[in-house]
Structures are given as structure tokens and as C-alpha cells.
């Protein structure tokens, strides 16, 4: 499911789509090369869906041509431990792309998987541990599934009425972003009541969803593969930014540890929750720094140049999107055109 770009951004992928300008950026702010960040990899549903979630999903048709379009322009397909060994080099004689996959969805095994072995590429998937764990319940999904289903979705929540109309897309998506707030403040303590009263009756149960998320048996089968690195991506995926320090360091050394009982090996990568300024600050990046791995990652526009050798606890992630699958968008990113526009003259792109 693709969207159409906002005006300014249309015009400029039209503009560097015909006139290839952006390119002569590409050795000025192209730096070492980049970290993609990316979520699921899934065939196009065919039915209406809600943004929220379509936009973490690319098709397997789409991943395939990001690799050759790498592959193309002379990019190495790297590990995260072959962008730590760069950075630290502080040189790289070919640019490198390192692809990345957030959360531990189950497609990760199924379909991202074969088509990186069949590619004879290294990718990496940072782990949430509650999902194998079966500690989370992807609401985000059911709730998708509800709002698609239900017109009017009404339920009573601490003694309050909230009653949504769903006829049609935009109301659809108002629905979704306003419950979604409501379950995003549920403090974590109350979260399985806050679900129990918005989806009791409804015939959408969490069970149903448990199959969205990897096992810790897929999860070894993938770790099997020297192609595949495992990197830890906290317990629960809350938002760090709101969490006290002890919770933060527990939650980011336990789902490493897990890991580590799981694969029976060191897990040396790390990725923060949602990643964004919102949920990642000075502390955080702190903490994680001080847990001991090869590299922590945030998202946010910005290729690798050697300067981040002293930022290797907040280094930046430049994320695709199902919003957008256009080659020529990537093409900017891989160039630090957006990142110009986002961050400035600023090579260095960290917190
Ligand atoms: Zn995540």
C-alpha cells in the first residue's frame, strides 16, 4: 500500500527523478554508506487498511529491488559487526548499505529471510523478547481488524463512554489514532484491562495474533544462519524516554540476555524502541552506552561517516517505509539529501 507523497517531497523525487542532480551530492554527503531500518515484508494486502500499520510493511518485491538498486550502485550488503568494523576503521573503500528489521515479526523467518539467503546477504533483526516471550499482545492489529470490521466501535473504559463512528477511511483512521492514544497512555500496569474493555465481545482475540510474531524456535533457525544477526531491542518497547534508569538499563540487559540463553551466543547490537528524539535522549543513550554493545541505533535521517566512531551508542537509521516504496526517494537517502534537509550542513548526524 503506497501513499501519495506530499507536494514538496513529490516534487522533489520528480525533479531529481529526471535531472539525477542529487547524485552529485552523493560523494560530498553520501559518507561511508547507511543503516536501513525497515519492519515487515509482507505480499500487498488487498482489502482498505490503516496507515499506522501498512506503513511498517513493504512488499517482497520491493525488498528485492532495494537490494539490487544497492547491489547496482556498488554498494557491499554489510552486518551490523562489518558497520562497527568500518566505523572504527574509519574508512571503507566501497559505500555499504546494512539492512535492518525492527520487532520480530514472523515474517522475518518467512519471507525476509529467503530472500536475503537466496541474495547471499546479511541482514539483522532487532529483537523485542515479549514478542517470542508472548509478554505483548499486538494490539495494533487487533485494533486494525476493529475498526475495518465495526461501525460504530463503543466500549466503556474507567467509567467513560468512548464511542467512535467507522464508515469510512478517514473516520476509520481518526478511530485508530484516537484509541491508540488511549492505549499508548494506559499506564503498563492497567494495559490488559484498557484491551479486555475495548475488545471483550467483538470476536477479535489476541490468540488470533500470537502468529504474527516470531517463536524463540524461529527465531534460533534464523540465529543458525551466519547471514543473520540478532540484536536486542528491550523487553516490552516502551518508550525509554519515560521509563526511571533502573527500568531502562533492565529492560535493554534482559532482553539481551534472553536472547543470548536462546542462541547461545553474544548478542553485540541494540536498537531503541521506536528510536526517534521522542524516546531517545542524552540518558538513554548513557545507559545503553554503558551496557557494553558494539553499536546502538536510533531512526533518524543520516548516512555513516567516520565521526561516528565516537557515536557508536546513537547511530542513525534511515527508514523505509511502506508509505513510500520509490526507488528515487531512497536514492536521496542514500545521497544524505534528505538528511541535508532534515539536519543541515551537520555530517555528523547522531542524538
Ligand atoms: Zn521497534
Given at each position: 500500500m503506497t501513499n501519495p507523497m506530499p507536494r514538496g517531497l513529490r516534487l522533489l523525487t520528480a525533479f531529481c527523478r529526471l535531472t539525477g542532480l542529487h547524485r552529485t551530492l552523493c560523494p560530498l554527503l553520501g559518507g561511508m554508506g547507511l543503516i536501513l531500518v525497515l519492519h515487515r515484508v509482507l505480499p500487498p494486502s488487498p482489502g482498505p487498511r490503516i496507515m499506522a500499520n501498512a506503513r511498517i510493511e513493504i512488499t517482497p518485491g520491493f525488498l528485492e529491488q532495494l537490494i539490487l538498486f544497492f547491489r547496482g550502485r556498488g554498494y557491499d550488503i554489510v552486518s551490523l559487526d562489518q558497520v562497527h568494523d568500518r566505523i572504527c576503521r574509519g574508512s571503507s573503500e566501497t559505500p555499504f548499505v546494512c539492512f535492518t528489521f525492527d520487532d520480530g515479526y514472523a515474517d522475518a523467518l518467512e519471507v525476509i529471510h529467503p530472500v536475503f539467503r537466496r541474495q547471499q546477504a546479511p541482514f539483522a533483526v532487532y529483537l523485542i523478547t515479549g514478542f517470542p516471550d508472548r509478554?505483548?499482545?499486538?494490539w495494533w492489529y487487533m485494533l486494525e481488524d476493529l475498526v475495518l470490521r465495526q461501525d460504530p466501535v463503543c466500549f466503556t473504559w474507567q467509567g467513560r463512554e468512548f464511542c467512535y463512528p467507522c464508515s469510512g477511511a478517514d473516520q476509520r483512521e481518526q478511530a485508530y489514532a484516537a484509541i491508540r492514544q488511549l492505549i499508548l497512555a494506559t499506564p503498563a500496569g492497567e494495559l490488559d484491562g484498557c484491551l479486555e474493555a475495548i475488545f471483550?465481545?467483538?470476536?477479535?482475540?489476541?490468540?488470533?495474533?500470537?502468529?504474527?510474531m516470531l517463536t524463540w524456535d524461529m527465531v534460533r533457525r534464523m540465529a543458525a544462519d551466519p547471514l543473520v544477526t540478532v540484536g536486542a531491542h528491550t523487553?516490552?518497547?516502551?518508550?525509554?524516554?519515560?521509563?526511571p534508569p533502573d527500568m531502562v538499563r533492565r529492560e535493554i540487559l534482559a532482553s539481551r540476555q534472553v536472547i543470548e540463553e536462546h542462541i547461545g551466543g553474544p548478542v553485540r547490537h541494540f536498537a531503541y524502541p521506536f528510536g526517534s528524539p521522542a524516546e531517545v535522549g542524552r540518558r538513554e543513550v548513557e545507559i545503553a552506552g554503558q551496557c557494553g554493545f558494539a553499536t546502538c541505533t536510533m531512526v533518524k535521517e543520516g548516512t555513516i561517516v567516520a565521526g561516528h566512531r565516537d557515536h557508536l551508542a546513537a547511530l542513525p537509521r534511515v527508514e523505509v517505509t511502506g508509505r513510500y516504496q520509490d526507488l528515487t526517494l531512497v536514492d536521496l537517502r542514500r545521497c544524505g539529501v534528505l538528511s541535508l534537509l532534515r539536519n543541515g550542513p551537520q555530517r555528523v548526524v547522531t542524538l
Open positions: 509478554l505483548l499482545i499486538p471483550a465481545g467483538t470476536g477479535i482475540r489476541a490468540g488470533d495474533y500470537d502468529r504474527l523487553v516490552h518497547h516502551f518508550n525509554l524516554r519515560e521509563l
